[in-house]
T-cell receptor, first 113, second 118 residues
Framework: GQNIDQPTEMTATEGAIVQINCTYQ??????LFWYQQHAGEAPTFLSY????GLEEKGRFSSFLSRSKGYSYLLLKELQMKDSASYLC??????????????FGAGTRLFVKA | GAVVSQHPSRVICKSGTSVKIECRSL??????MFWYRQFPKQSLMLMAT?????????EQGVEKDKFLINHASLTLSTLTVTSAHPEDSSFYIC??????????????FGPGTRLLVL
């Protein structure tokens, strides 16, 4: 089966660094995504990892270890506007062909002054 | 990034009526679109996968006769909630899968439609 685990909530201070972890179990891994979702809005794409290693994009970095079924999203120089839910999503092969993206429950990040 | 629009953004309807939601990819062609539902403080739940020119693939537990999906072109998919009831009130979000270079095939989300059934 498929399973994605990430912490429910995290709190961090403005200007600090925070790491949001995600572990997953899939049968046919084909990529991992991180999305940001503010309350009442649709998710926005942050990052995509399909090979092991670190992908850096400005203040955001995402890491993947396929052998460990593990990823993290690193946010640097936190700003108040970074308070949001962060969704880890994994694309998996369907038994019937094609792909399906499974979303984790999301991690609600609270950034305090 | 790619742009996906969704219309309407908000709808209030009476119980028993049908509601149609449109999802459009504005600057790319999407052979595959996805429909999700999200209840407050919960994650996205995939309802169905919509492929242009063929029947949608519904997830387990989603009634295909209640949630009608049509994907008539490479830029438009529609979701019709038939005979809506209060328990169908939710945030419905579509996404379109497009090729984004180094990002591979990535899902880009529409802004969502908030449905309230009275």
């Amino acid at each position: 089966g498929q399973n994605i685990d990430q912490p429910t909530e995290m709190t961090a201070t403005e200007g600090a660094i925070v790491q949001i972890n995600c572990t997953y179990q899939t049968s046919g891994f084909n990529g991992l995504f991180w999305y940001q979702q503010h309350a009442g809005e649709a998710p926005t794409f942050l990052s995509y990892n399909v090979l092991d290693g670190l992908e850096e994009k400005g203040r955001f970095s995402s890491f993947l270890s396929r052998s460990k079924g593990y990823s993290y999203l690193l946010l640097k120089e936190l700003q108040m506007k970074d308070s949001a839910s962060y969704l880890c999503a994994v694309r998996d092969h369907r038994d019937t062909g094609g792909f399906k993206t499974i979303f984790g429950a999301g991690t609600r990040l609270f950034v305090k002054a | 990034g790619a742009v996906v629009s969704q219309h309407p953004s908000r709808v209030i309807c009476k119980s028993g009526t049908s509601v149609k939601i449109e999802c459009r990819s504005l600057d790319f062609q999407a052979t595959t679109m996805f429909w999700y539902r999200q209840f407050p403080k919960q994650s996205l739940m995939l309802m169905a996968t919509s492929n242009e020119g063929s029947k949608a693939t519904y997830e387990q537990g989603v009634e295909k006769d209640k949630f009608l999906i049509n994907h008539a072109s490479l830029t438009l998919s529609t979701l019709t909630v038939t005979s809506a009831h209060p328990e169908d009130s939710s945030f419905y979000i579509c996404s379109a899968e497009g090729w984004a270079g180094s990002e591979g095939e990535t899902q880009y989300f529409g802004p969502g439609t908030r449905l309230l059934v009275l």
